[in-house]
């Protein structure tokens, strides 16, 4: 676990735990077949193992950037009584928030014991975040050692035989401290830090984030048999399987399952009636010896970028680097080096004219990727890109000029977007794909995960989240 000072700038807002309760519960709840859920009365199952799966997501905040925590262990209380049932987690798991905000990722996939439990426990390690102060300048704060947590399920949850996705909201707002003057000043996680929701495998074609749909998951492939493959997820140090048939997709210097090993690559997908994983696209990033990082530009000089890390896999990243800068040189790289990954509700047509992404319309406050064909460097290291592609990424605020597709989010005053790039509108375009669980009404709050583009005087968003 490090320990040094970082430099990041995300929003500190919700949820940050979310990721190892969420990880760890998701397992118990376990993506099969019909199998985990939360009941108000519920009926005793019988014993035996589930398989299951884990997600954790991020909503997004206003100042803080970057926050990260390490899963140490997790156990189930018997609703009956009895010992808790410990679940496995990976080891060494570092887990990074923010870039997830508005999102649930997979974390792990696995079994867990059949029965109904009242409460989940957990021990949170070395957490730590950085915030972006109202001036810009970027603070880094360590959470305690080890925080351990019991969360109250209620309704208790059953885990049966049937597949089931559980999500974990952690809310951030309820897991910092603050001053008198609400500056944030430390880590405490508390049972209300946590949400914790369940729900079965939606059908295939229309599964969202929390009921099974795979989307911009990376890894390295650790293992190939058949038609499926094993790779290890970013610093979580999940492994996931997948299978492909003859409909999957294989692009960008991959061609088959049997040319994957040892490739970073990113999967799109599914989860399956029977609680397997589908991958419907698999696209090569870098082969061994080249790597990745995904962070928020900071700022630009030139053909210069400042990219604070929150994520990366590949040759050279650890988890020493997340929260830490890298500069990044773009002179010369051409503009079909610049892409935008869309994923799975956005289709084609990307980058556009009324949603541009190149070398004159990248700007500080944007979610980027970093592809480099070497190792990446120390932190504070300069990168030499062979793409840069454009993440999606959450923001909030304040809705205004609310119409059918269109509406505009006001950013919180020390919002860290508005912070960077001085902006404090963000214009923001509903599509079919978009999946809206709330009403977007005029002076309304509201959470939006999707691609952010500068058309050169203003923020323009294409929506695929509104929370």
Known sequence: MKTQNKHSISPVAKFISVFALLALIAVASGCGGGGSSLTANPTPTPAGANSAQVRFGDAPADSVISFEVSVSALSLTPAGGGSPVSVSVPANNRIELTHASGKFEPFIAGNLPQGTFSAANLTLANSELTFLTTAGTPVHINGPASASISVPLNPNLTIGSSPLVLN???????????????????????????????????????????????????????????????FKVGQTGSLMTFNTDGTTEFKDGVTSVAGLLNQVVTVEGFTRTDGSLFAKEVEGLENANGGEVEGLITSISGTTLTVNAQDGIGNGFDDTKIGASFSVNIAGLNASKFRVKAGNGFGGGLPSATFPFDATTIHQGQRIEVDTDVAVPPANGSINPDRINLQQQGVSGVVANA?????????????????????????????????????????????????????????????????
């Open 168 to 230: 974990i909201d952690v809310n951030v707002g309820a897991s910092i401290s603050t001053t008198a003057a609400g500056v944030v000043n430390g880590i405490a996680f508390t049972p209300a830090s946590f949400n914790i929701t369940a729900k079965a495998p939606g059908v295939a074609a229309n599964q969202q984030d929390d009921d099974g749909e795979i989307e911009d998951v990376q890894g390295t492939v650790t293992a190939v048999n058949g038609s499926s493959f094993t």
């Open 403 to 467: 119409a059918a597709s269109t509406f505009d989010i006001n950013l919180a005053a020390d919002s860290a977007l508005r912070t960077i790039s001085g902006q404090t509108v963000v214009h923001v375009t509903k599509t079919s794909s978009t999946d809206s669980r709330v009403s977007v009404a005029n002076g309304g709050t509201v959470q939006v995960r999707g691609l952010l583009f500068w058309n050169g005087t203003s923020w323009q968003m294409i929506a695929r989240r509104i929370r």
